[in-house]
């Protein structure tokens, strides 16, 4: 197979998507939440549909297997130059590699694994499938976030696998960092301690830029998702953290743009 051109850099995040009992129903909720417009994806990976912007690939969404009881929740995923020596490196570093590493048909090569906390993640290496093809505009992936219990341990396991570099923010009372490569953030690590919830334990954070905040947290409500988080303004823009109608977590915020 011939590798795609432009892919994205080793451990920069570059494709999100989820597993759902409804696929229909699920591109019906986003597809009207974000203007997505969807389109068959491999088919060695089952009831699977890619979503767009515009003509350029954003997310995927995936029918669960019926026979496995895992979580309705996006997974992050991140590129790898070479998928099998990056699942390696995972084991090597204290985590899992629950699926894989699989082809996805002539699209690319792909692993799910675990972090040593138990965050799921997904590894990708592109073929002809790149991953998200478009980034700030209301409706794409703007942002990847590690909710865990503190960053100290964690952060270096990622840092091995993927080779970042961590810039920690200074505060008494709020233990993050961001996770950076060529000294450019392509990820947050937020410690939370016991505010970990309990039902979901350390996850992967998907943000989703939005026009208005408040008006795509109402429109959730409207077409059966719900709201876990009020919208409320952050250093980083206007944020809410939503559910979809079948209970997958994510983020939707109106970016501020950066000072001049």
């Known amino acids: 197979m011939t590798e795609v051109g432009n892919r994205h850099p080793h451990g ?15 591109q019906e909720f986003y597809g009207r ?22 003509g350029k690939n954003v997310a995927g969404i995936g029918e669960l297997p019926r ?10 995923y991140f590129a790898a130059d070479d998928a099998d020596k990056t699942a390696e490196l995972v084991r090597g570093c204290g985590g899992t590699v629950g699926v894989g590493p699989l082809d996805a048909d002539d699209a690319g090569r792909l692993a799910i694994a675990l972090d040593p906390l138990g965050a799921v993640f997904g ?16 409706g794409s992936p703007v942002w990847n976030e590690l909710v865990t219990r503190e960053t100290s341990m964690v952060a270096t396991f990622y ?10 923010v200074v505060s008494t ?73 079948e209970g997958a977590v994510f983020t939707v915020i109106r970016t501020e743009p950066l000072p001049a």
């Open 12 to 26: 920069t995040p570059c494709w999100v998507s989820l597993l759902a009992r409804g696929v229909e129903a699920t």
């Open 33 to 54: 939440l974000f203007g997505w417009e969807f389109h068959p994806g491999p088919s060695s990976l089952g009831t699977y549909v890619r979503a767009s912007l515009n």
């Open 67 to 76: 026979d496995r009881p895992l979580p309705i929740a996006w997974t992050t």
């Open 123 to 138: 590894i990708w290496q592109a073929v002809h499938h790149r991953g998200i093809e478009t980034s700030g505009e209301p």
């Open 159 to 168: 840092s091995l696998v993927f080779g970042f570099e961590t810039q920690h």
């Open 173 to 245: 009372d709020f233990d993050y960092l961001t996770l950076q490569l060529d000294g450019r953030p392509v990820g947050g690590i937020h410690g939370v301690g016991r505010g970990l919830p309990r039902d979901r334990g350390a996850h992967w954070m998907a943000y989703f830029e939005v026009a208005d905040t408040d008006a795509a947290a109402r429109q959730v409500v409207q077409l059966g998702g719900s709201v876990l988080r009020a919208p409320r303004d952050s250093a980083y823009g206007r944020v809410a953290t939503v559910t979809d109608p």
